[in-house]
């Protein structure tokens, strides 16, 4: 099945001329950078615009640039480079971890961190992790250049604060200061190529003011602050892990889908919040399983 | 809105005529005539469409045609110009595939894993083919062929 509906297409080598023909459109227009999720909501039907704007032809956006405190992630960057990038591994392994289960390597290759956030599906890896690390969405557009924190950056099911005259360039994520341990967590039905049908990111400081999110288990990824204050500044003993497990329930408002239900969602949220504060604690401290090991 | 592009396939390059609409997958096969690369769930979720495009493995079925104007996309046809490569020879020998729908995508998952890291552990193999998916075999006898090619020494996949 080819795609049915009709559109244009237009490459634009700048940033400056992409920012022009998306001013100078006033029908649906639709940015185009790995493709994985857009061609197949062309092909589904699933967004109708009569414009795609090809991006992967502007120079400079394909970079994972040290800016000290951060690393800034352009919006051409694939999770395959993440995968591939020393600079991530060693200074924000969890974006390296989360990565890994990312689609399949073929999907890894061609689809963009800031693609996932773009398309915004309540299940989108990076969601979680970005909002544990407190990341900062760069965009441009003809009234200028915009920051976006993460937390103000997902405002439903495929719906972003992104106007449409605006463009992603970067998301910028700080680096926690002093070390740190981190965990991604997430269920599927099989690996390779499952969404998730649930996921927790945790981050833990060495003053345990830890953060904690989770994807798939409501309209969009969320930050637990309820369990963060729980947990903040103390050490992770059994009866606390218990009590900030009790206060999943409160956090999230999973639903039943095909991938799985409500009530399973929510317990393996519990055990997942579990196992995600223990790897990340344990590498803090320099014994925890090392970055990529499957939890579940 | 139809575009000139030009594109390389299998070595060989090819000045197309296309739409915005058109995707990569059915362009290669009714337009260019190659066939391997297979529509099968056209969501990304299967891996029968897997082409390289600069050598490394994309869907082709997500791909629309004239994002690979002036790239190169090379198919199992083009993986070697005088018939099989070692690599596909294990898969031969191995009797890896049975219905062989799988085949073309797991081949070139299992090259590009190879150009990269030469001597895969298992675990390697298993994420590399992890969406790929193959419904005769269970996978065991293609995750052999791909190690015992590895065994065999060195890059063998061109």
């Known amino acids: 099945m080819t795609i049915a509906q009709v559109f244009d297409y237009q490459r634009p080598e700048t940033l400056d001329e992409a920012v022009q023909i998306l001013a100078a459109h006033s029908g649906d227009v639709r940015v185009l950078a790995g493709g994985t999720d857009l061609v197949a909501w062309l092909r589904d039907e699933a967004v109708a615009p009569d414009l795609l704007v090809d991006i992967k032809h502007i120079e400079g956006l394909d970079q994972i640039a040290d800016e000290g405190d951060a690393l800034a992630i352009g919006s051409l960057v694939t999770f395959t480079d993440l995968l591939n990038s020393d600079l991530m591994a060693s200074r924000l392994p969890l974006i390296c971890e989360m990565s890994a289960t990312v689609g399949s390597t073929g999907i890894r290759n061609r689809a963009t961190l800031v693609g996932n956030i773009c398309s915004a599906v309540p299940s989108c890896d990076a969601g979680p992790v970005l909002l544990v690390h407190g990341a900062v969405v760069h965009t441009v557009g003809t009234s200028g250049a915009r920051r976006i924190p993460i937390e103000e950056w997902f405002l439903g099911p495929r719906m972003t604060a992104l106007t449409p005259d605006e463009i992603v360039t970067k998301v910028v994520v700080p680096v926690p200061v002093g070390g740190h341990g981190a965990a991604y967590v997430r269920l599927s039905r099989y690996e390779g190529e499952d969404l998730a049908q649930a996921s927790v990111a945790i981050l833990a400081p060495p003053d345990h003011g830890f953060r904690v999110a989770f994807g798939a288990v409501a309209a969009t990824p969320l930050r637990a602050r309820r369990i963060e204050a729980l947990l903040e500044g103390k050490a992770l003993a059994p009866g606390l892990v218990a009590e900030a497990m009790a206060l999943v329930a409160e956090e999230i408002s999973p639903i039943s889908d095909m991938r799985a239900s409500k009530e399973y969602r929510l317990r393996m949220s519990e055990v997942m919040l579990q196992r995600g504060l223990q790897a990340a604690v344990g590498r803090l401290e320099g014994d925890g399983p090392s970055y990529g090991t499957n939890l579940m | ?158």
């Open chain 2, 1 to 158: 809105m139809r575009m000139d592009m030009s594109v390389t396939v299998n070595g060989e390059p090819w000045l197309l005529t296309v739409e915005p609409n058109d995707v990569l997958l059915e362009t290669l096969r009714s337009k260019v005539g190659v066939k391997s690369p297979k529509i099968g769930c056209e969501r990304g979720d299967c891996g029968s469409c897997t082409v390289l495009l600069d050598g490394h493995t994309v869907r082709s079925c997500l791909v629309l045609a004239v994002e690979a104007d002036g790239h190169e996309v090379i198919t199992i046809e083009g993986l070697h110009q005088g018939g099989l490569t070692e690599l596909q020879q294990f898969f031969v020998d191995l009797n890896s595939f049975q219905c062989g729908f799988c085949a073309p995508g797991i081949v070139l998952a299992a090259a590009e894993l190879l150009e990269e890291k030469p001597q895969p552990t298992r675990e390697d193999v298993q994420v590399a083919i992890g969406g790929n998916l193959c419904r005769c075999t269970g996978y065991d006898p293609i995750i052999d062929a791909v190690l015992a090619a590895a065994n065999a020494g060195g890059k063998r996949t061109r």
